[in-house]
């Protein structure tokens, strides 16, 4: 089988419909096909300040929140990149590896730090890209489920492991992006030209997982469309309604052309009225399933030191081989 590996911050608490419908409904498909990785990355999270309780409360959730959207333990591996040490381990190699000009263009970064200016943007928000590269190539992952935000530090990765191996010998599978073309960018609901983002949306721009079901309706009756009045999917010309048919026709498995013809010649507000219908439909089971994982604890925990221990053996693997090909004396 081939494999695949992902990541998700714990960051804000709940997810976000652009982080299910970008990323994790994939992982949830590839655990049928591929052998699976998907981790909480605590160690990303800290690349901007964290409360200590809410990190670790937020980790316990975002695994019940991955579990909730359907990873399932015997399918794939789950756990927390903070339990395996050898993403650190091998973050520092690859950061011995890339140049800082190479780092610098990173657009994400580039963003993130004019977003937080400079006297609060840490060491570790410019390299994380880097230490994403050793997330993906310690499991000699094929295949990596992520938004299109993601493509380029999936292209560094590649270069990356391109590089160690032309230096040092054969050791990284070259891994490829698995991004959506419809899904890979959900768009902000009050913003419909930048992404939906934990960090960077409004409350009103973002579907948040876990709110209030009515809440998140509200949201989507009163998402930012155009003023004309024609239900028409053209991403360019009408990027509000193009993404409520994009989310609309995923959560629903209707084609975005038989929403367009059920659609024809009424209004933004019967869609909008049946799109909230649809997302309560959605967030309901999610929620309770999500609160089931997190009244039982012990469950939860053992599914996530399962999965570690999972995770170490590949890790271990490939990071002795990486530290013996650049020449590390064994510790005996
Ligand atoms: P931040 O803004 O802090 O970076 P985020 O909203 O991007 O947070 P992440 O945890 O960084 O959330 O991303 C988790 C996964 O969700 C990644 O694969 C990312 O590409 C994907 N993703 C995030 N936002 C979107 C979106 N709007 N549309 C599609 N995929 C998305
Ligand atoms: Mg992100």
Redesign the pocket.
């Known amino acids: 089988r081939p494999r695949a590996l ?7 608490g709940s ?10 409904r994939q992982y949830v498909a590839l655990q049928e096909t591929h052998d699976a990785f998907y981790m909480v ?1 605590d160690l ?1 999270a800290i690349t ?1 300040p964290q409360d200590p309780a809410e990190l670790r409360a937020n980790t316990r959730l975002a695994a019940a929140q991955l579990l909730a959207a359907g990873l399932d333990p015997a399918r794939c591996t789950l756990f927390i990149q903070s339990h395996v040490p050898e993403h650190a381990q091998l973050g520092w190699v690859m950061n011995c590896l890339t140049g800082f000009g190479e780092a610098s263009r990173m657009t ?1 970064f580039k963003d ?1 730090s004019a977003r937080h200016g400079s006297d609060r943007t840490t060491v570790g928000l410019f390299t994380y890209p880097i230490l994403q590269v050793a997330d993906i190539l310690l499991y000699q992952a094929n295949s990596v ?6 493509r380029q530090h999936v292209e560094l990765t590649r270069d990356l492991a391109d590089r160690f191996n032309g230096r040092f010998g054969q050791t990284f599978t070259v891994p490829a992006p698995h ?1 959506v073309k419809e ?6 609901l009050q913003d419909p030209t930048i ?7 409004t409350p009103k721009g973002l579907i948040s997982l876990l709110d209030e079901p009515k809440v998140s309706a509200k949201k989507i009756k009163s998402a930012v469309t155009d003023t004309a009045t024609v239900i028409r999917y053209a991403p360019e010309e009408k990027p509000g309604v193009s993404n409520l048919l994009t989310i609309y026709s995923t959560l629903t498995g209707t084609s975005v052309g038989e929403l367009e013809q059920k659609y024809e010649g009424k209004g933004y507000g019967a869609l909008k009225t049946d799109l909230a219908e649809v997302m309560v439909e959605w967030v309901t089971p999610f929620r309770s399933r999500t609160q089931e994982y997190l009244d039982d604890p012990e469950t939860l925990d053992s599914i996530l030191a399962k999965g570690a221990e999972k995770a170490r053996a590949v890790a271990a693997e490939t990071l002795a081989q990486a530290y013996d090909k650049i020449g590390f004396l064994p510790a005996k």
């Open positions: 992902s990541g998700i911050q714990p960051t804000a997810f976000h419909l652009g982080n299910y419908l970008g990323a994790i990355v990303h901007v994400q993130k489920p992520v938004g299109e935000d993601q991004i899904t890979g960018k959900i768009y902000d992404k939906m983002s934990k960090s960077a949306s």
